[in-house]
């Protein structure tokens, strides 16, 4: 059974300056209008999409600074921006927040790699539900929400991002569906969780498909401090694989910063920037 709902509507509602919002099976979605929409508009898909546009639902209070980095001119371009929250609402860490950011296909072949999990982190059960959600995104939410403000799909001009596991979510999406998002942006990605088992078997899904480009950052503090050394073996495996840093992908690492929203919105403009030079370069 589905937790609580976090909006309830069976279309898009307003709810905020250029932002709509409705429900998908129990999961609100708020939609952010680009200035200025056309078929042609890149696409943004966030995770944890309560912290994204409103402070008042943010689990710390603060936000990602989207809408801040896009009116300052700091995020380069005008996206329209997807924010999906999990069925759990305004509660991050909600019981199955990580069941659906799991790596389904590489779990169902290692169940041991649940041994790594952080007690903290947790859920009910093992349930697995990262396809699932998945597919939710990928075949409900941005068809539809597509449909609804007149944009085109492009594979090349969606990118999909989130934080910690939903940051390793993201290249997930990516490797898993090629077809659907071209570009990954995870934001001190939780590489602890499956550790370097999760991220080979993860590079052999990647391969080595052009034009997909991956960003993965993280600092030095917090529960990034010991992702640190995983992080640096995915940067390594990426290139032992065929891509190209500071081309097909950035690995960055923000020192003195931890696993927080504060630290990922002082940062933000850095990945989608990432993203949106590469459309911007393929003109």
Same mark, same amino acid.
């Given at each position: ?6 909006? *309830?509507?069976?279309? +898009? ?19 952010? %209008? ?19 546009? +409103? ?8 936000t ?12 380069i ?13 305004t509660?991050?860490? !909600? ?5 659906? +950011? %799991? ?16 007690? %903290? ?84 899904? %990647? ?30 495996k ?15 690492i ?18 989608i !920037? ?8 393929? *003109?």
């Amino acid at each position: 059974m589905l937790t609580s709902k976090a909006f *309830k509507s069976s279309r +898009f509602i307003k709810t905020g300056r250029r932002i709509y919002s409705r429900s998908f099976d129990g999961h609100r979605v708020d939609v952010l %209008l680009p200035k200025k929409a056309h078929a042609k508009s890149p696409v943004l898909v966030v995770h944890d999409g309560m912290n994204v546009f +409103f402070s008042r639902y943010a689990s710390t209070g603060d936000t990602w600074q989207i809408i801040e980095g896009l009116e300052s001119g700091k995020i380069i371009g005008d996206p329209l921006v997807i924010a999906v929250w999990g069925e759990g609402g305004t509660k991050k860490y !909600n019981s199955r927040r990580i069941n659906e +950011f %799991l790596c389904d296909d590489i779990f169902e072949q290692r169940p041991e790699l649940w041994e790594t999990l952080n007690p %903290l982190l947790t859920p009910d059960t093992r349930e697995p539900r990262g396809n699932y959600f998945l597919s939710m995104v990928a075949d409900q939410i941005l068809p539809t929400t597509l449909s609804e403000f007149g944009i085109e799909h492009d594979a090349s001009r969606t990118a999909i991002a989130g934080c910690s596991v939903a940051g390793v979510a993201a290249i997930y999406s990516v490797a898993k569906r090629p077809e659907v998002f071209g570009t990954a942006l995870g934001f001190s990605s939780h590489w602890e969780f499956g550790g370097k088992d999760l991220i080979d078997d993860l590079i052999k899904m %990647l391969g080595t498909k052009k034009g997909m480009r991956i960003w993965s950052d993280t600092g030095s503090e917090e529960l990034d401090a010991a992702s640190l050394p995983l992080h640096r073996y995915f940067q390594t495996k990426l290139i032992e694989s065929g891509f190209t840093e500071h081309e097909d992908f950035e690995t960055q690492i923000f020192w003195g910063t931890g696993h927080h929203e504060t630290f990922w919105s002082r940062r933000v403009e850095y990945p989608i !920037n990432f993203w949106l030079k590469s459309i911007a370069e393929s *003109k």
